[in-house]
Each structure stands twice: as structure tokens, then as C-alpha cells.
């Protein structure tokens, strides 16, 4: 059984910076393309960035507009982990966040347009940008 798990979310003052981890179990994570999520209150969950599943020196990697340039997403997939580091955090990046995966082998694209696609999801965590 799949499980996520995410951990480092916090209150930060606008500018500061945070790294989401989450912790892919229940089987080979290099298999799935991993997708982070957010909601924020009162607004529909949205597609953040994601993560295609071929290992290469050079990962698909997708970013919504909002968010280009100072978030990173990574994955180590001998710790099964994967990264969201979130740099010049803004009070509109508020939100619960969410990892997401799909089991995709051997595809090096991925999207995070629909929530739909992906079918394991881990319990979210609490990111807030707040002076």
C-alpha cells in the first residue's frame, strides 16, 4: 500500500524560505511521478510543481507560473524522499500542502493540471507566510 508522508511546513515571514519533504513508501518510488499540491482557505486545491519518473541528469520538472524561479522541486529516490524547496515565500503561498504520486514508469513528462490523476495522496501540511 502506498503511503506519503509530509513533513516541514511552518509559519515564515514573507521572504523566508522552507523545504517540504515527503516520504514515498510501499513501493519503488522511481516508478512514480510525484506531484506537490496546495490549498488554500476558501480556494480550490491547485497543482504546484511535479516530477517526472525517469531518472536522468535532468528530470522533467513542471512549476504553475506563480511559483517559478523560487520553487525547487527534487527527489532522492534512494531515500524514496521528495523535496519542494520554497524560497521569497509570499503571503498568497499560504496553504496546505499536499504530495501527490501516479504510477508512471518510464514516463519523463508529468502534470499536476488535474488532481484527479493522482490517486495516493499524504495527509497535507501547513505552510503559512505571515509577518
Known amino acids: 500500500q502506498i503511503h506519503l508522508v509530509e513533513s516541514g511546513g511552518g509559519v515564515v515571514q514573507p521572504g523566508g524560505s522552507l523545504r517540504l519533504s515527503c516520504v514515498f513508501s510501499?513501493?519503488?518510488?522511481?516508478?512514480?511521478?510525484i506531484a506537490w499540491f496546495r490549498q488554500a482557505p476558501g480556494k480550490e486545491r491547485e497543482g504546484v510543481s511535479c516530477l517526472g519518473t525517469m531518472n536522468s541528469p535532468n528530470p522533467y520538472t513542471w512549476y504553475t507560473e506563480s511559483v517559478k524561479g523560487r520553487y525547487t522541486m527534487s527527489r532522492d529516490n534512494f531515500q524514496s524522499t521528495i523535496y519542494l524547496q520554497m524560497n521569497s515565500l509570499k503571503p498568497e503561498d499560504t496553504a496546505v500542502y499536499y504530495c501527490a504520486a501516479k504510477f508512471s514508469p518510464g514516463m519523463w513528462h508529468c502534470s499536476a493540471d488535474e488532481r484527479s490523476d493522482y490517486p495516493y495522496w499524504g495527509q497535507g501540511i501547513q505552510v503559512t507566510t505571515s509577518s
Open positions: 510501499g513501493d519503488d518510488v522511481q516508478f512514480y511521478a
